[in-house]
């Protein structure tokens, strides 16, 4: 239930297990500084304890496999998308378990991170006080779906040995704006960018009213379904995009590796495409980012 971020740690033991930052953020870090986007770093911990201010840049970036967020993290995320900070959300199964930092042995604070999971009740906060449960954001208990700031949730995968499988992203709403100069049509199939974990539209009456949805992707998952509302489709993947009262603009891969088609770098089966770099820079253009480097092709608006 809790493990500390004070452990030894060998990062080279099994990348894909347990180095996510060489599995899937290298690919997005690697294709954002060729195409020189001014952007800053910080971690999680940094987002719980409020450590930077998301308010003073023009968008929050999330890539890859983000499963597990603070409440903490969650609601200062939400805020500064409720100020106008754009989200771009280059990943899946993100914000699924709410977690807590509790202190160390010694006394340093935020140095345990504590998920009960399923096991909810047996954590002492949580007897005194269900809503501080640890569990998924869209359990009855602290009744935050994802999808109400995503726009998407997780809805199934193909199992971590499978890694590098996945299925084909496959297009809707080509006329849309974030799909301009790809050449893109509808049904038109981008290979390889669903997985292995995928997010989808939720049966829950809380997607945001004005979500426009950009892919309908059949998939199969391969192994037990995550808890989701009766009615939702589990085997279709989506990516979205909706524009906040706010006017702050989110948009939601609904894939982990999404990202691979920006830059394959180190992926088994390469699966760089320039029309997913170009959806890419659509996004980030319309959140006020442009690169100062394109790669030849790019159009930058």
Do not use: C
């Amino acid at each position: 239930y809790q493990v500390s971020l004070d452990r030894p740690f060998n990062e080279f033991n099994n990348i894909e297990a347990f180095n996510n930052l060489l599995t899937w953020e290298y690919n997005m870090v690697r294709w954002l500084e060729s195409q020189g986007y001014d952007i800053s770093y910080f971690t999680n911990l940094d987002v719980h304890t409020n450590a930077v201010d998301l308010n003073s840049y023009e968008a929050f970036l999330s890539a890859g496999h983000d499963e597990y967020w603070s409440l903490e993290m969650r609601d200062t995320v939400e805020q500064a998308r409720d100020t106008g900070v754009d989200l771009a959300l280059f990943s899946a199964n993100t914000a699924y378990w709410r977690t807590r930092f509790d202190p160390s042995s010694t006394g340093e604070e935020n140095r345990v991170l504590t998920v009960y999971k399923d096991d909810w009740a047996l954590d002492p906060v949580a007897q005194n006080d269900p809503s501080q449960a640890t569990n998924l954001f869209r359990s009855d208990q602290v009744n935050r779906p994802e999808n109400e700031l995503l726009g998407v949730g997780y809805t199934g995968d193909v199992g971590s040995n499978n890694t590098y499988a996945g299925f084909d992203f496959v297009v809707s709403n080509a006329d849309d704006p974030y799909y301009a100069f790809t050449g893109l049509e509808d049904g038109d199939i981008l290979t390889g960018l669903v997985g292995y974990e995928w997010d989808s539209l939720l049966n829950n009456g809380l997607t945001p009213s004005n979500l426009v949805v950009l892919s309908e992707s059949p998939v199969t998952a391969q192994g037990g379904l995550p808890p989701v509302p009766p009615g939702t489709n589990t085997n279709i993947s989506n990516s979205v995009r909706y524009t906040a009262p706010s006017g702050a603009k989110v948009f939601s891969t609904g894939s982990i590796q999404w990202l691979w088609g920006l830059d394959s770098d180190r992926v088994v089966s390469p699966r760089t495409d320039p029309r997913v770099q170009q959806i890419a820079v659509n996004v980030f253009a319309d959140m006020g980012a442009r690169p100062t480097t394109p790669s030849d092709g790019i159009v930058v608006t």
